[in-house]
């Protein structure tokens, strides 16, 4: 959608200099001549950004500038006077104001100005259609009439407002994510959503990154910097993959548990914390503290409150459900006709492992609505029928030759883009160029 700009002048040789100026720069304007008239316009979606004159008949532009805060604080309105006066200026930020410019102003500080405000306001708006995306999202991945799904559900719901560290058990694609920022945006915090990756994290850094340093507390560290934990503060902190946090940063992150202060790199001064944890996990947590890959007395402390999320071949009778929402949402988002199934497509699509669970499932229904439906079942043919057989490689040997049969697949689809395919695999860049790499793959490309 183009943005315009809405003018409120009441001098029309203004209006006339402003208008031919805009035209050139090819800024979509509107005119009105007093408040009365423009204030009917500001809801018009188009309006990304309005300039006003203070001094106009009737209302002025304080009341523009009201009126315009009312409906939408975050629409920009830049004010303009004939009269310099300092307090003006400073009442005018105070109460809102994008900026101010005197007449007689040049065209091109006008313009500098508007187009920095729409540009404004388009971030605005795209913020806003993403968290409403991810709430389409969150409500989705819980979507369905299955008896673990409403268990799920029901869980997220009784402890979203609840002062208790939670942990989300599930397989990859499950939504263990957006339940955590579901937990967090159903709460009462003021502090922002921290999600820390702990597999993605090199131990290297992970002290720094996690827990903060002071400067000159190693080679390289020239300021002070405040840690994921620090950051988190008054919001919620989103352990994802913490099976993955390396052994020896566990201890000191159960530390922070149990006291709710941090002590950055360097200092031994401990910072005080009022955060929520929320961590997941991909894999039995008592499995690896029983194997000591995992602390067990940090596992007995976050297996307090645990939210399960089943995988999508234990939900099955939803997968029909789920599809509609998710065609539904990629045709609307392409623009294009949302697809119809056989009674016999949409058996084959329920008896599927989908190993990538409602992720693939809403990959599989962009596919389909982009019509490259043969190309997606060719996908999960080629995973459900590809079988290692017991004689002959050595295991290793199997287990990359099947590697490499997947990555190439799921390149095909991709038209060998990495970025794609590494999103359709839910790897980083990073490793599947590694994977690449090692398989001596050659036919990606950026």
């Known amino acids: 959608m183009e943005l315009k700009v809405l003018l409120v002048e009441d ?9 031919q100026a805009f035209r050139l720069e090819q800024i979509p304007l509107d005119v009105c001549t007093s408040v009365e008239e423009a204030v009917p316009r500001i809801s018009d979606p188009e309006i990304g950004a309005i300039v006003s004159d203070v001094r106009l008949p009737g209302q002025d532009g304080f009341a523009m500038l009201a009126a315009v805060r009312q409906h939408d ?49 388009h971030l605005v708006l795209e913020n806003r259609r993403l968290r409403d995306a991810l709430r389409q999202e969150e409500g989705s991945l819980l ?55 702990c597999g993605a994290i090199p131990e290297t850094v992970f002290d720094s990154e996690v827990f903060g340093h002071e400067a000159g507390s190693f080679t390289g560290a020239q300021k002070r910097r405040i840690g994921k934990i620090e950051h ?53 947590l008592r499995k690896l503290s029983d194997e000591g890959k995992f602390r067990s007395d940090l596992y007995y402390r976050l297996n307090v409150v645990t939210i399960d999320l089943p995988a999508l071949r234990d939900r099955k009778e939803d997968i029909p459900l789920l599809l509609q929402h998710f065609t539904r949402i990629a045709s609307a988002r392409f623009g294009l006709d949302q697809p119809v199934w056989t009674p016999g497509q949409l058996r084959k699509w329920m008896e ?4 990538g ?47 490499r049969q997947l990555i190439e697949a799921a390149l095909r689809q991709n038209q060998g883009v990495v970025s794609k395919t590494a999103e359709a695999l839910q790897l980083s860049r990073r490793t599947l160029y590694d994977k690449l790499r090692k398989h001596r793959i050659e036919s990606a490309k950026e």
């Open 73 to 121: 604080v975050e629409l920009p309105i830049v004010l303009v006077t004939g009269f310099a006066d300092v307090a003006l200026v400073v009442q005018a930020i105070r109460e809102g104001a994008y900026d101010f410019i005197e007449k007689p102003f040049s065209a091109d500080r006008l313009i500098e100005v508007v187009r920095r405000a729409l540009e404004k306001r």
């Open 232 to 284: 988190a503060h008054q919001g919620t902190l989103f352990l994802d993959e913490i099976e993955a946090m390396p052994l020896a940063m566990q201890v000191k992150f159960l530390r922070v548990l149990q006291e709710r202060e941090v002590e950055r790199l360097g200092s031994n001064e401990p910072v005080p914390v009022t955060f929520r944890v929320v961590a997941a996990t991909k894999e039995s």
């Open 143 to 197: 979507l369905g009439h299955s008896a673990a799904i409403e268990r799920a559900r029901r869980r997220v719901a009784a402890l979203a407002d609840v002062d208790v560290d939670v942990l989300i058990n599930g397989e990859t694609g499950t939504g263990k994510e957006v339940v955590a920022r579901a937990l967090h945006d159903s709460s009462q915090r003021k502090g922002p959503f921290v999600a820390i990756n």
């Open 11 to 19: 001098d029309p040789s203004v209006s006339r200099a402003v208008a």
């Open 352 to 355: 599927a492992e989908w190993r």
């Open 357 to 403: 669970n409602v992720r693939e499932l809403r990959n599989f229904a962009d596919r389909l609505v982009l019509d490259i439906a043969e190309d997606a079942e060719e996908a999960i043919d080629a995973i459900e029928e590809t079988e290692p057989t017991a004689g002959g490689a050595s295991l290793p040997a199997q287990v990359d030759a099947f590697e």
